[in-house]
């Protein structure tokens, strides 16, 4: 049977699959990738579609790339000028041997993956507060500054009189 590989996508990094799947062709891969995006998405499974907001689902071959999906909604993508619409996948997965068996269950390595974009999401959640909070603080300081210019205005001006 052929190996699938199913890489996950944001913008332009891609999280590969290093494993594989083994299935029967490319319309039960094309399947399997859209079950793997509605249990993603399911909140009835702890998914939530805006958690995946820009990522898609790639799914690949050893003849290259046949299938993306968006994973949550909106579905946005920003493309640089000259970069194709969607990231090629690693040459070294084109060239996977089609008998190698994966060494993790499907289940297990899309738990990890879960796992660590969950992880990379709260980190950039972090970030996204500690901006918040120094961009706060630089409104703070930069209005204390007018003050001070305003005050050191007016006080030269009432200086300049005596």
Known sequence: MPMYFFH????????PD?????????????EEALAVVRDLAD???GGNPRRWASWFLQVADDEGQFFRTPIGH????IVGAGCPAHAQEPSAQRHRSAGA???LTEASRLASLVRELTMRQQHAAQLMQRNRELRQELSFVCIRARQLVAQARLGGLAGGRH
Do not use: I, Y
């Open 101 to 103: 068996a994966p060494s």
């Open 18 to 30: 290093e494993e594989g799947v083994e299935l029967p062709n490319r319309s039960a891969a094309r």
């Open 43 to 45: 909140p009835k499974m």
């Open 8 to 15: 996950l996508n944001f913008s332009h990094r891609v999280l």
């Open 74 to 77: 909106p579905a946005l993508e």
